[in-house]
C-alpha cells in the first residue's frame, strides 16, 4: 500500500527554521516525482517546492525561494523540505505528495497520492 507521512511541524518564530520529513512506504520514494505543498487558513493549496525523479531539477515557488530547500535521503526514502527565515506567511498545513511520474511541477492536480499534512505556524 503506498502511503506517505508527513512529519516536522510545529510552532516556531519569525526567522526560525524547520525541517518538515516526507516518508514513503510501499514504493521507492527515488522513482518519482515528488511535490511540496501548503494550504493556509481560508486560502487554496499551492505547489511550495518539488524535486524529480533522481533529484536532479527541483522547483520553488517564487515566494520560498532563497528560503527553502528541497531534497532527497533516498537511504531513508524519505524526501525533506528546510525551511529557514520563516515568516507568518508561511503559516499553512504542509503536505507531500507523489507524482507517478519522473517530471516535476508545481500543480496539485498532477499529483497522485498525498499524505495527511502537519501543521506549520510562525509566529511570536
Known amino acids: 500500500q503506498l502511503q506517505l507521512v508527513e512529519s516536522g511541524g510545529g510552532l516556531v518564530q519569525p526567522g526560525g527554521s524547520l525541517r518538515l520529513s516526507c516518508a514513503a512506504s510501499?514504493?521507492?520514494?527515488?522513482?518519482?516525482?515528488i511535490g511540496w505543498f501548503r494550504q493556509a487558513p481560508g486560502k487554496e493549496r499551492e505547489g511550495v517546492s518539488c524535486i524529480a525523479r533522481g533529484g536532479a531539477y527541483t522547483n520553488y515557488a517564487d515566494s520560498v525561494k532563497g528560503r527553502f530547500t528541497i531534497s532527497r535521503d533516498n537511504t531513508k526514502n524519505t524526501v525533506y523540505l528546510q525551511m529557514n527565515s520563516l515568516k507568518p506567511e508561511d503559516t499553512a498545513v504542509y503536505y507531500c505528495?507523489?507524482?507517478?511520474?519522473?517530471?516535476?511541477?508545481?500543480?496539485?492536480?498532477?499529483?497522485?497520492?498525498w499524505g495527511q499534512g502537519t501543521h506549520v505556524t510562525v509566529s511570536s
Open positions: 505528495a507523489v507524482r507517478l511520474y519522473s517530471l516535476c511541477v508545481l500543480g496539485e492536480v498532477a499529483y497522485d497520492y
Open positions: 510501499g514504493f521507492t520514494l527515488d522513482d518519482y516525482a
